[in-house]
């Protein structure tokens, strides 16, 4: 399918619930987001048919994620139920890492391509200031048990902030040289309003790049489609199993190929992360909506994709939050 601006769109992220088992202070408030009433999540059913709709349409890539996924019973099963929809060729998973130790196995057995785990810290004290939980422990065993079960490329998604982790940017890098792990330096974006993205928050990644240049030098790799595509540049050291990326949503974005269209687990598509329009679908799938009727909610959604978002740093986007969009 494409947009108003010709591009084609073909991957849905999918926000299985909006509830966490951590408190990222860029994502939610301490008391947790004001969690949507269980009966108006999209039930798996009802995402199911969502995702079956948009394969018919051309979308072949599907990423699910929350709010944590992982918290959300019955993860497995879902994804294998679109891991058999025809068309559906790459599942994957954006998760915290806390549950993920347990449950990688099944994961990869009901047909989970591979993980993108957010770690934005390699220290146990900061990640429990970061996250008010002291949970470093197990979001680390969660990669490696990722890493074991062939979930890969394994992802490390690091939120880049200045004054908390900018000093760790050597660390994080050097770990790509002991691990096959694809580390993605990430700009904090100001989306909802939980205090954490003034100014002082926000680093360009492009500010980090002579500190990782200082450490040997670094080659660009291309990213191809199967392993996942993206907006991210890769670079890799001489001789090193994994690989460094620079995502720039702030200060270099990349709406231009933009790909992508988001379900709440409300039930709502949006068109743009940081936009505000949003198409309602779990109304009409609960008022019996047939394939058809989806299939032209999916095309206003599509349609109505903006040219490029207007996040500038500092500066709240609009009220939403991450954990209901999903990253
Ligand atoms: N709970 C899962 C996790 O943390 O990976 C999935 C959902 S989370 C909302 C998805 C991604 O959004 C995470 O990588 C998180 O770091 C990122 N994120 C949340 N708020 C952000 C912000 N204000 N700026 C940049 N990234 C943000
Ligand atoms: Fe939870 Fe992910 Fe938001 Fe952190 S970023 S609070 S782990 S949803």
Redesign the pocket.
Known sequence: MRDGFGREVNYLRVSVTDR?N?R?R??MPEQGVRPIAHADVLRYEEIERVVRVAARLGFWRVRV?????LVRKGLAGFIARLASIPGIADISL???GILLADAAGDLRRAGLRRV???L?TLREDRFAWITRRPDFGRAWAGIMAALREGLVPVKV?V?LMAGFNDDEVEDFARLTREYPLWVRF???????DNGL?GESGYLPVASIWPRLKALGPLEEVPSSPTDGGGPARYFSYRGAPGRLGLIT?LSQHFCGGCNRLRLTSDGRLTPCLAGVGEVDVRGPLRAGATDDDLARLIAVAVREKPQEHHMAPGQVACDRQ??R???
């Open positions: 966490c951590l990222c860029y994502c994620t929350g709010g944590e996924p954006t998760t915290n993108n785990v957010s934005d998604n939120v990430i700009e904090l974006m100001p989306l909802g993205h949503p991450m954990s969009l999903g990253g």
